[in-house]
């Protein structure tokens, strides 16, 4: 993203509309634009930037992006309990959980819902990211709320568009994407995280992260990763316990399955926050967990594409293909 981009969304964020000429002479061709959603400063400015960065049939990031290449595995998804535990440790997702979710009812309902926006971001067209990009900005504007566990030196009020929290939540959806690919899928080389990590940076503008607001590289990020699991910003609060023990039990027809859960989370926090969490890692755990991984790395290339990629990854890859045989 250069300066341009960086500004205008900040600019939206801020409240003021900035559009320019290109995007009001441009409002005719791009139905993003004439929806009510758009008039708001922040889909003002999304729309600029898709326009910059984004195919209208491969949207923002294509079938030979490494976004493609680990998001569309199956497998990858195990990481899902552990990108969860690691959003409510921070007690004001916890709290934003609790109040404007039914957990309780549905434990994995936010995890659905979170990889059906992210598929959307990820695999859809140039306008279905921006539509779930603008859908994802809608509902954080109405979560808000103050903390019902006080924490010392933490404001109690709580909005999901606050720039902290919005970080957090993107850094353990990417952190634990990392993880799980090459935990149960394949290694990647280091040039291959870098590339990784900077088509994120295209993600986090769509989550509505300033690129300013980002660490500039992989390594940065890792630090940034490692400095708030060690630091003082995630607390276990009471909410977030009992958040985590219903997402490990699961629903009932999903209890047979529960120590699978369990296991997956034993076995890829980050140790502070395992034990934080209070969950055991045990010899029987830990031999659990790596025949779990062994079996999974196994399988995984022998797997139909069924099977081993996820529904809206092949359905972009289809698309993808259509475009490509209509233009040879």
């Known amino acids: 993203m250069d300066g341009r981009d960086?500004?205008?969304?900040?600019?939206?964020?801020?409240?003021?509309?900035?559009?320019?000429?290109?995007?009001?002479?441009?409002?005719?061709?791009?139905?993003?634009?004439r929806s009510p959603q758009a008039r708001s400063p922040f889909a003002a400015a999304l729309d600029v930037f898709a326009r910059d960065h984004a195919d209208p049939v491969a949207g923002f990031f294509g079938p030979d992006s490494l976004t493609w290449r680990v998001n569309r595995e199956t497998a990858v998804y195990l990481g899902g309990m552990r990108a969860l535990l690691m959003q409510i440790a921070h007690p004001k997702v916890a709290q934003g959980v609790a109040d404007h979710s039914n957990f309780r009812d549905n434990p994995l309902g936010r995890l659905r819902r979170t990889f059906d926006t992210v598929h959307a971001m990820v695999f859809g067209t140039r306008d279905e990211a921006v539509a779930?990009?603008?859908?994802?900005?809608?509902?954080?504007?109405?979560?808000?709320?103050?903390?019902?566990?006080?924490?010392?030196?933490?404001?109690?009020?709580y909005h999901a568009n606050d720039p902290e929290l919005l970080l957090w939540v993107f850094a353990t959806l990417v952190d634990s994407s990392l993880l799980s690919y090459q935990t149960f899928v394949e290694p990647l080389r280091a040039?291959?995280?870098?590339?990784?990590?900077?088509?994120?940076?295209?993600?986090?503008?769509?989550?509505?992260?300033?690129?300013?607001?980002?660490?500039?590289?992989?390594?940065?990020?890792?630090?940034?990763?490692?400095?708030?699991?060690?630091?003082?910003?995630?607390?276990?609060?009471?909410?977030?316990?009992?958040?985590?023990?219903?997402?490990?039990?699961?629903?009932?027809p999903l209890y047979p399955f529960q120590p699978s859960n369990y296991v997956l989370a034993a076995g890829m926090l980050p140790v502070e926050l395992r034990e934080r969490f209070g969950i055991g890692w045990?010899?029987?755990?830990?031999?659990?967990?790596?025949?779990?991984?062994?079996?999974?790395r196994r399988l995984v290339p022998h797997m139909?594409?069924?099977?081993?990629?996820?529904?809206?990854?092949?359905?972009?890859?289809?698309?993808?293909?259509?475009v490509t045989s209509l233009a040879a």
């Open 6 to 33: 960086v500004r205008t969304v900040r600019r939206a964020r801020a409240g003021v509309a900035t559009t320019g000429k290109r995007a009001r002479s441009d409002a005719h061709r791009h139905p993003m634009i």
């Open 132 to 157: 779930a990009a603008l859908r994802l900005h809608e509902v954080h504007a109405r979560v808000r709320g103050r903390l019902a566990d006080p924490i010392n030196g933490m404001t109690a009020e």
């Open 191 to 252: 040039p291959e995280e870098t590339a990784f990590y900077e088509e994120a940076r295209t993600f986090a503008t769509l989550c509505g992260i300033d690129a300013d607001e980002l660490p500039p590289d992989i390594a940065a990020f890792r630090a940034y990763v490692r400095q708030v699991v060690r630091g003082g910003e995630l607390v276990i609060t009471p909410t977030a316990r009992e958040i985590a023990e219903t997402l490990l039990k699961g629903p009932p």
């Open 282 to 296: 045990t010899l029987p755990v830990r031999a659990t967990y790596s025949i779990g991984v062994r079996v999974v």
């Open 304 to 322: 139909p594409d069924v099977l081993r990629q996820v529904p809206s990854s092949r359905r972009a890859a289809r698309r993808c293909e259509r």
